[in-house]
């Protein structure tokens, strides 16, 4: 399969080379943080869900057990420790066309500062780069490495 790292770096820069400067694109995944691939992106949003409507639908979509769901939802890093790191933070709680609202109220209001050059730096960096000198000397003893080291 080789490097998800690689995989996905390069996926950006393909974007970057062929895209227009104005286009924007979008990639959605659930751990794009912790690891550091959101350094490479102009943005980072951050959609969480509270615990008692993830459980409810990790069990009603992936038809995991009470047990399943709750293992599922202790091994992720809390929405509010990720939250700063993130430039847009919104809570799915509610429907999907809530929360295609949301996304395109957003993006209506990044949309015209990226394609003029004034979107601001994202506050994704300076998160993980504090994440990232706090897990960088336990992952070294486990023999793994961050996104930046490969």
């Given amino acids: 399969m080789g490097s998800i790292t690689?995989?996905?770096?390069?996926?950006?820069?393909?974007?970057?080379?062929?895209?227009?400067?104005?286009?924007?694109a979008v990639m959605e995944a659930v751990n794009l943080m912790?690891?550091?691939?959101?350094?490479?992106?102009?943005?980072?949003?951050?959609?969480?869900?509270?615990?008692?409507?993830?459980?409810?639908?990790?069990?009603?979509?992936?038809?995991?057990?009470?047990?399943?769901?709750?293992q599922r939802l202790a091994s992720m890093r809390p929405f509010e420790q990720r939250a700063p790191g993130a430039d847009w933070t919104v809570r799915n709680?509610?429907?999907r066309q809530e929360l295609a609202a949301?996304?395109?109220?957003?993006?209506?209001?990044?949309?015209?500062?990226?394609?003029?050059?004034?979107?601001p730096p994202s506050a994704f960096d300076?998160?993980?780069q504090a994440l990232a000198a706090a897990a960088r000397p336990l992952l070294k003893a486990a023999g793994q490495k961050l996104a930046d080291e490969v």
């Fill in 34 to 70: 912790e690891p550091g691939y959101a350094r490479w992106c102009d943005q980072t949003w951050l959609v969480g869900v509270d615990d008692d409507v993830a459980r409810q639908r990790l069990i009603e979509t992936r038809g995991m057990s009470v047990e399943e769901a709750n």
């Fill in 93 to 95: 709680n509610g429907t």
């Fill in 126 to 128: 300076p998160w993980w």
């Fill in 102 to 119: 949301a996304v395109n109220a957003e993006l209506d209001r990044i949309v015209p500062l990226h394609r003029s050059g004034e979107l």
């Fill in 6 to 24: 690689d995989l996905i770096k390069s996926e950006i820069d393909r974007w970057r080379a062929e895209l227009p400067p104005t286009a924007v």
